[in-house]
């Protein structure tokens, strides 16, 4: 059973960071390619960030490129979301999600795993 739990949501002011952090219990981290997807209230989920299994590539969404920086630590089955500076534009529900896909996972469906998601409000 993998189980993936995200923590580090809150409300924040517009300006602020904020980290995510998506914890893998499985012990097989590293098999995974990792993206974190949001979801804002009224529209539908996108992939803002994602990286490879060994850090080698990562990708991000217009929206976020050159504020957010994924990067993950396989020793600790832990992928992060570093978001700065923050807009009201990025309040959503963050979720993270894991995928065995061994090409680059660029849609929704190619993520087997999901966490329960957490919210990031940003305050104008």
């Known amino acids: 059973q993998v189980s993936l739990v995200e923590s580090g949501g809150g409300l924040v002011q517009v300006g602020d960071s904020l980290t995510l952090s998506c914890v893998v219990f499985?012990?097989?981290?590293?098999?995974?390619?990792m993206a974190w997807i949001r979801q804002a209230s009224g529209k539908e989920r996108e992939i803002v960030a994602r990286i490879s299994r060994g850090s080698y590539r990562s990708y991000y969404s217009t929206s976020v490129e050159g504020r957010f920086t994924i990067y993950r630590d396989n020793a600790k089955n832990t992928v992060y979301l570093h978001m700065s500076p923050l807009e009201p534009e990025d309040t959503a529900v963050y979720y993270c999600?894991?995928?065995?896909?061994?090409?680059?996972?660029?849609?929704?469906?190619?993520?087997?795993?999901w966490g329960q998601g957490t919210q990031v409000t940003v305050s104008s």
């Open positions: 999600a894991a995928s065995q896909q061994f090409d680059p996972a660029t849609h929704l469906s190619a993520y087997e795993y």
């Open positions: 499985d012990g097989t981290f590293r098999k995974y390619q």
